[in-house]
């Protein structure tokens, strides 16, 4: 899977798991990305700007700019979440189990994710899994994504 860049002069910091866009309403990656400018004259550089912290959705690249106090608690968080190629087989996995065609009612669709998930914490720390099924319940009780 392939993570856009973003922005000039932005660099990726840390991948943030799968969560709501509010640009495009998809559930998508994010990533945080800081920016860094610098003002130059006669193209030497004379001030480093203030660091810029946003989390960008992949999908349509949207930016939400971050204070420096919520980049920090989204980098230390970001060590339990899985890599973004185990998210996405974490989460196919889950949406795999909840497109059961048998299933009838809510109760039955989450009692089938919780089944899926502990089979999942076999093969992925219950950190990872928990993260993704977090995401995943947000995705299907979602009344506002695109269809
Ligand atoms: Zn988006």
């Given at each position: 899977m392939?993570?856009?860049?973003?922005?000039?002069?932005?660099?990726?910091?840390a991948y943030l798991g799968i969560g709501k866009c509010q640009?495009?309403?998809?559930?998508?990656?994010?990533?945080?990305?800081?920016?860094?400018r610098r003002v130059t004259l006669y193209f030497v550089p004379v001030a480093k700007f203030a660091t810029h912290y946003y989390a960008v959705c992949n999908c349509c690249q949207a930016a939400v700019e971050l204070s420096k106090a919520e980049a920090d608690v989204l980098l230390r968080?970001?060590?339990?979440?899985?890599?973004?190629?185990d998210a996405e087989v974490i989460w196919q996995s889950l949406m795999e189990?909840?497109?059961?065609?048998?299933?009838?009612?809510?109760?039955?669709?989450?009692?089938?994710?919780?089944?899926?998930?502990?089979?999942l914490k076999t093969r992925y720390?219950?950190?990872?899994?928990?993260?993704v099924l977090s995401a995943f319940v947000g995705y299907i009780t979602d009344e506002d994504r695109p269809r």
């Amino acid at each position: 899977m392939i993570l856009a860049g973003w922005g000039r002069g932005a660099r990726a910091i840390a991948y943030l798991g799968i969560g709501k866009c509010q640009g495009c309403r998809n559930w998508d990656h994010f990533q945080l990305f800081e920016t860094q400018r610098r003002v130059t004259l006669y193209f030497v550089p004379v001030a480093k700007f203030a660091t810029h912290y946003y989390a960008v959705c992949n999908c349509c690249q949207a930016a939400v700019e971050l204070s420096k106090a919520e980049a920090d608690v989204l980098l230390r968080d970001s060590v339990a979440v899985p890599s973004p190629d185990d998210a996405e087989v974490i989460w196919q996995s889950l949406m795999e189990a909840a497109c059961d065609e048998s299933l009838e009612t809510p109760e039955q669709g989450f009692a089938v994710l919780e089944a899926r998930a502990k089979e999942l914490k076999t093969r992925y720390s219950d950190d990872h899994v928990e993260q993704v099924l977090s995401a995943f319940v947000g995705y299907i009780t979602d009344e506002d994504r695109p269809r």
